[in-house]
């Protein structure tokens, strides 16, 4: 499973901060995201029929649509007093909430009601409790208060009317009065009195609400998942997301069409770029992408893992159309991975990190393994052996889809599937060249160098080799013309 730092690292957090419900019930199950991997198919099905449903919902009929939003924003989470009624009396301020939160639901179910496409959603009922707002409301004024009244009971209203007639002649006794001390040990034990009536009642009112609970919970958990297939309806149409199609393990390979990293692609427009969409298909067994660095290997395979783990948590895609089968997990291994504490170089941690993914994989049926430019802190040849064997692997197996980003060479006619970063491949040198010629310092010649870049991806052949563009990297990057001049010497050697 991917990490709290992988997840923010593909992007994952970006789009969690796009996301954006109402209510701390939708907000819960919204952090609950990261660890919310879909087991039943059926479910997952279900949630994406809700999003469309609402998704169409809110295009044609927006202003009911806002009705619900806001009363979804009025609801406080008083699940924890809803379940203390039943083994507690609970104070005044929780019956405050708690019939703040029926007194939401009356009002959420009236905004529902111009909203009828709540009614066709799947796992998702709102409804009213009267019967539980009437116990903490009796005299039925439905104000946004909470006291017990007189009606409660004829013992409370007699004490305080006694209570009444004892402060008035407080009040009226001049200051001094030898009458005073006897009326106020009177006051005292009235207030206790009074007190205890008041507790006696919060009981009995307890008691009573304990009969509802259930059901009270009930409502918070379908209004937790109407809050969030909302946010998830307003993400897909804010951002022009997709509702992938999910079938089951063995049917179809991973497709996206299109594929986009929202986050990267905010980033690169704040620099005048565009993210240059990604389309790939990967089936069982090993797939090899490979480019040259800073060609946008890296890139492809974070946007790969994070429109799959959207998918499978129940969230728009950000692709053109999407295929999904019901991956068992995603594991990513992308950063060098160093354990000082026990001794490992940034290789050694690699390959500690690796052991753990491939014996992970083994255990599941169906994972999603990405490699970024695996086995890259040993030397080439070493490197490039371990490369083989992963792909190897992973095609002898063939019960992981398996994504391995290299430079290396002679890798890609191992796997049956080869994609290739597009790079500088239909870059005019001369207008490239140009460009950078005009630029400024080192910022200016790499921000105008990831303009040239096409960091899209194409079908190779097996035997396709990675693009020879370091040097040309180089060159656009302004490296010391004499040092290129010693590379030059080299490869003629």
Do not use: W
């Amino acid at each position: 499973m991917l990490d709290t730092k992988q997840l923010s690292d593909i992007g994952f957090n970006y789009v969690l901060e796009k996301l954006e419900p109402c209510s701390p019930f939708g907000e819960e199950l919204k952090r609950a995201l990261k660890n919310a991997f879909y087991t039943d198919i059926e479910l997952l099905k279900n949630e994406y029929e809700n999003i469309r449903i609402l998704s169409e919902a809110i295009e044609t009929n927006r202003d009911a649509y806002l009705a619900v939003a806001r009363a979804l924003m009025h609801f406080k989470d008083v699940r924890h007093s809803i379940k203390r009624s039943e083994s507690a009396a609970l104070t005044d301020v929780e019956l405050f909430e708690i019939k703040r939160f029926l007194m939401g639901a009356e009002t959420l179910a009236d905004a529902a009601k111009d909203f009828p496409a709540i009614e066709k959603l799947s796992g998702i009922r709102i409804f009213r409790l009267t019967e539980a707002l009437d116990i903490v409301d009796p005299d039925g004024m439905r104000a946004q208060t909470f006291r017990l009244a007189d009606s409660c009971s004829d013992e409370l209203a007699r004490i305080r009317r006694e209570r009444k007639t004892v402060d008035g002649a407080l009040r009226a006794l001049p200051a001094g009065s030898p009458d005073r001390d006897a009326l106020a040990a009177r006051r005292t034990l009235i207030a206790a009195l009074e007190e205890n009536e008041e507790s006696r009642l919060r009981s009995e009112m307890s008691a009573a609400l304990s009969h509802h609970a259930e059901r009270a919970l009930e409502l918070a958990e379908s209004i937790a998942k109407l809050d969030l297939a909302l946010a998830k309806a307003k993400l897909m149409l804010d951002h022009g997301a997709v509702l992938p199609r999910i079938v089951p393990l063995g049917e179809s390979p991973i497709e996206f069409t299109d594929m986009l990293n929202p986050n990267t692609d905010a980033l690169l427009r704040g620099t005048g770029q565009r993210f240059t969409p990604v389309s790939i298909e990967v089936g069982t067994g090993s797939t090899v992408i490979t480019g040259a660095n800073m060609g946008g290997k890296s890139v492809a395979i974070k946007t790969l893992a994070l429109n799959t783990f959207l998918a499978r948590v129940g969230m728009p895609v950000f692709a053109k159309s999407a295929v999904v089968p019901m991956v068992a997990d995603i594991h990513l291994l992308s950063e060098d991975a160093e354990d000082s504490r026990r001794g490992l170089s940034s290789f050694g941690g690699e390959m500690v990190n690796f052991d753990r993914i491939i014996t992970a994989a083994d255990a599941e049926d169906g994972a999603l393994v990405l490699l970024d430019e695996f086995a890259r802190g040993t030397n080439p040849s070493e490197g490039s052996a371990l490369v083989r064997a992963a792909v190897r692997y992973f095609e002898k197996k063939r019960s992981s889809f398996a994504v391995i980003t290299t430079h290396f060479d002679d890798v890609a006619c191992l796997a049956p599937t080869h994609y290739q970063v597009m790079g500088l491949r239909n870059a005019n040198e001369e207008e490239l060249d140009a460009a950078l010629s005009r630029a400024g310092g080192a910022a200016s010649h790499k921000e105008l160098l990831a303009r040239f870049m096409d960091y899209g991806l194409f079908r190779a052949e097996r035997d396709m080799n990675p693009p020879r563009d370091a040097l040309k990297i180089c060159r656009a990057l302004r490296i010391s013309k004499d040092f290129l001049e010693c590379v030059d010497d080299q490869r003629i050697r």
